[in-house]
């Protein structure tokens, strides 16, 4: 079964660097686009970045654009983001998530891992 | 940006009853349009993809509806199991977006 499990989070002050994995398992990792997702307490959810199934093609919010970068390592399973230049208000629940469809460029989430914490704070 | 706007925010609804959840984009997102369930302390669950085709394993009492701009999800029965809260998404532009959720409770 499909298992995506995030690592990494935990409480950095503003102004630092955090870099999550997820480690993804139970399906063709190589053969999806990925996403990150996130979510502030109480919050609804925001989407963060993509990467495409080969790691040759990525978009951003506009909200991290410049600051956080999407990668991953298709020989590990595992999906990566690295956070810089981190803000409070970059404090949520990150979520890696999976792409529906086998190398698609429209199509929905279909399995979201269980989230890791950041909280960015003094 | 495409922006997703979900009414009402919060419906609330008895056991058994009919529940109808609305979503409207900016700017037309065909049919690339997805619901989301997400219950406490959970992560979301893909519901219904493309508008109108349920996702693996999810019951027949959920259905979706719609195109271009406006969108229905409907739970034709509720179950205390789908009192949660629901997302709309559009993969159809970048960046991918969200409405702000309507959340399902117990009247």
């Known amino acids: 079964q499909v298992q995506l499990v995030e690592s990494g989070g935990g409480v950095v002050q503003p102004g630092g660097s955090l870099r999550l994995s997820c480690a993804a398992s139970g399906f063709t990792f190589s053969n999806y686009g990925m996403h990150w997702v996130r979510q502030a307490p109480g919050k609804g959810l925001e989407w963060v970045a993509f990467i495409r199934f080969d790691g040759n093609n990525n978009n951003y919010a506009d909200s991290v654009k410049g600051r956080f970068t999407i990668s991953r390592d298709n020989s590990k399973n595992t999906l990566y983001v690295q956070m810089n230049s981190l803000r409070p208000e970059d404090t949520a629940v990150y979520y890696c998530?999976?792409?529906?469809?086998?190398?698609?460029?429209?199509?929905?989430?279909?399995?979201w891992g269980q989230g890791t914490l950041v909280t960015v704070s003094s | 940006e495409i922006v997703m706007t979900q009414s009402p925010v919060t419906l609330s609804v008895s056991p058994g009853e009919r529940a109808t959840l609305s979503c409207r984009a900016s700017?037309?997102?065909?049919?690339?349009l997805a619901w989301y369930q997400q219950n406490p302390g959970q992560a979301p669950r893909l519901l219904i993809y493309?508008?109108?085709t349920r996702a693996t394993g999810i019951p027949a009492r959920f259905s979706g509806s719609g195109s271009g701009t406006e969108f229905t999800l409907t739970i034709s029965s509720l179950q205390s199991e789908d009192f949660a809260v629901y997302y709309c998404?559009?993969?159809?532009?970048?960046?991918?977006?969200f409405g702000q959720g309507t959340k399902v409770e117990i009247k």
């Open positions: 493309a508008a109108s």
């Open positions: 700017q037309s997102v065909t049919s690339n």
């Open positions: 998404q559009q993969y159809n532009n970048w960046p991918r977006t």
């Open positions: 998530v999976k792409e529906l469809a086998f190398k698609s460029t429209l199509t929905p989430f279909d399995y």
